[in-house]
């Protein structure tokens, strides 16, 4: 059974940071790529960082996470991270994320961001 869990939403207040989690199992994690997007209230869900099977190629779609947002892998653990730094409240969204290779694409439940004073 193919799993994507994601963890470490929360509260934080801005400026502050978190590291989401997004633990895979049930297929060959280490021959996926992995996006994390984000869907905030009302809006679509849009793209937030990209790494590729092996962590050597990463990518960050837009300028308001870039120099904030770092996405890392453990392929032995089976899980893809995102760091996220210097949070601000337009980062409240539903963090997911996703694996693709070829045609295979899977989702995780999504973890909440909130950020709040």
């Known amino acids: 059974q193919v799993q994507l869990v994601e963890s470490g939403g929360g509260l934080v207040q801005p400026g502050g940071s978190l590291r989401l989690s997004c633990a895979a199992s049930g297929f060959t994690f280490s021959n996926y790529a992995i996006q994390w997007y984000r869907q905030a209230p009302g809006k679509e869900r849009e793209l937030v960082a990209a790494?590729?099977?092996?962590?050597?190629?990463?990518?960050y779609a837009d300028a308001a996470v870039k120099g904030r947002v770092t996405i890392s892998r453990d392929n032995a653990k089976n899980t893809v991270y995102l760091q996220i730094n210097s949070l601000k409240p337009e980062d409240t969204a539903v963090y997911y994320c996703n694996a693709r290779r070829g045609t295979n694409k899977y989702w995780g439940q999504g973890t909440q961001v909130t950020v709040s004073s």
């Open positions: 790494t590729s099977s092996g962590g050597s190629t990463t990518n």
